[in-house]
């Protein structure tokens, strides 16, 4: 795996403090307050901010995401995770990825898990939604030549190991 998953888990966890600010003040606090501004003495209103809430988080998390796994990587060759663990994406021909390979990475890897952001539809398929991703990740284990996930083969991307 060359260090995959852990560069994973450093730009998750770089990613982490300012998802949780945002998750907690999109899920849990926007929709508390509009309701209790409004008086609402129902359930379901508040049933229905709080998935709202929900959606509106994954959706922010899924955008800040974007920018950084896409955007920086764009930027700068490569995430802080991959730079600190040695590992870069290049393309097939070993060529710099550009912006619409990472794209393509990225919208293999990440956004099908988009179907959670809809209320009630997304609970029903987070399962399947959840094989893919694993699948996706332990793909690479018996991938040969090249090592790749699923979302790597979209993209025609492959992760090389770099000279420190």
């Not at 730009?11 to 403090?17: C, E, G, N, T, V």
């Not at 999109?26 to 508040?46: D, H, N, R, T």
Request: aromatic share 12%.
């Amino acid at each position: 795996m060359d260090g995959r998953f852990l560069a994973h888990l450093i730009d998750i966890a770089i990613l982490l403090l300012p998802n949780l600010i945002i998750c907690t003040v999109l899920f849990m606090f926007v929709p508390l307050g509009i309701l209790i501004a409004a008086q609402v003495q129902e359930p379901w209103p508040y049933v229905l901010a709080y998935l709202g809430g929900f959606s509106l988080a994954l959706l922010v998390n899924l955008v800040l995401l974007y920018f950084y796994e896409v955007g920086y990587q764009v930027k700068h060759g490569q995430t802080y995770g991959k730079k600190r663990m040695g590992i870069k994406i290049v393309g097939l021909e070993n060529e710099q990825p550009g912006k619409r390979a990472l794209q393509r990475r990225f919208l293999a890897q990440y956004c099908v898990s988009i179907v959670l952001v809809i209320p009630i539809v997304g609970l029903l398929v987070g399962s399947v939604v959840g094989m893919y991703n694993y699948l996706d990740l332990l793909w690479c284990l018996w991938d040969k030549p090249y090592q790749q996930c699923l979302h790597d083969k979209y993209a025609k991307t492959v992760v090389i190991k770099v000279a420190q």
